[in-house]
């Protein structure tokens, strides 16, 4: 059965620091790809997505960036941390895209 | 542009009642999507249903069912005999057929009380 992993589940760091969240799918071969932040009580904004290995859109500028290294490996990373970075971050993935995204468990990340 | 409208920031309903949240839509797409998730506070984001816009029958999932109205573009979840574990966030989201990205509703903030 495919399975997404998703670490850490939670991480504190501080103002300036790098940021590195991962996302691995297992069970199925050439999903797409899905980095999601949301931000408390609000809803949900597709940062990237990935169809393919090397392939990444982005959908808000920022100071995020991601890459797809491997089929079912998916990071999200930033050289230097923001306050506005903060939120909960949530890793998806979609094959028939008609049956909607399956989400990892997400991490909220704190910039101190 | 597609866009999605929950207009119910948040409900709260005893436990075993029936609640019905709403969610309007509007696209041109003849060929589309429609999904309601579900977020507790643990904040995993769940699949709860999906409808297909070609499909005129109403989708069911036990105690979750929707009434999709295609002409109105109205999908509304109906929760049936409520429990308290159905307290949660509650997202509508759209997809094109010709699109990888889901169009998000802001959500609904759904209380079942004891």
């Known amino acids: 059965s495919q399975t997404i992993h998703q670490w850490p589940a939670t991480l504190v760091q501080p103002v300036g620091s790098p940021l590195s969240l991962e996302c691995t799918v297992e069970?199925?071969?050439?999903?797409?790809l899905y980095w999601y932040r949301q931000a408390a009580g609000r809803g949900l904004q597709l940062l990237f997505y990935?169809?393919?290995?090397?392939?990444i859109s982005s959908e808000v500028p920022q100071n995020l960036s991601a890459s797809r290294p491997q089929d079912r490996q998916f990071i999200l990373s930033s050289k230097k941390l923001l306050l506005s970075d903060s939120g909960f971050y949530l890793c998806?993935?979609?094959?028939?895209?008609?049956?909607?995204?399956?989400f990892g468990s997400g991490t909220r990340l704190t910039v101190v | 542009a597609q866009t999605v409208t929950q207009s119910q920031p948040e409900m709260s309903v005893q436990e075993a009642e029936t609640v019905t949240l709403s969610c309007t839509y509007d696209?041109?797409?003849?060929?589309?999507?429609l999904f309601w998730y579900k977020q507790p506070p643990s904040r995993q984001m769940i699949l709860v249903i999906r409808?297909?816009?070609?499909k005129q029958q109403n989708a069911t999932e036990n105690r979750f069912s929707v009434n999709f109205q295609k002409a109105a573009k109205s999908f509304s979840l109906k929760i049936s005999d409520s429990q308290l574990g159905d307290t949660a966030m509650y997202f509508c989201?759209?997809?094109?057929?010709?699109?990888?990205?889901?169009?998000w509703g802001a959500g609904t903030k759904l209380i079942i009380k004891p």
């Open positions: 989201a759209f997809l094109g057929d010709s699109n990888y990205q889901l169009i």
């Open positions: 696209t041109s797409e003849n060929n589309y999507y």
């Open positions: 409808q297909e816009a070609y």
């Open positions: 069970g199925t071969s050439n999903p797409n």
């Open positions: 990935s169809v393919g290995i090397g392939q």
């Open positions: 998806a993935w979609s094959t028939t895209l008609n049956y909607g995204y399956t």
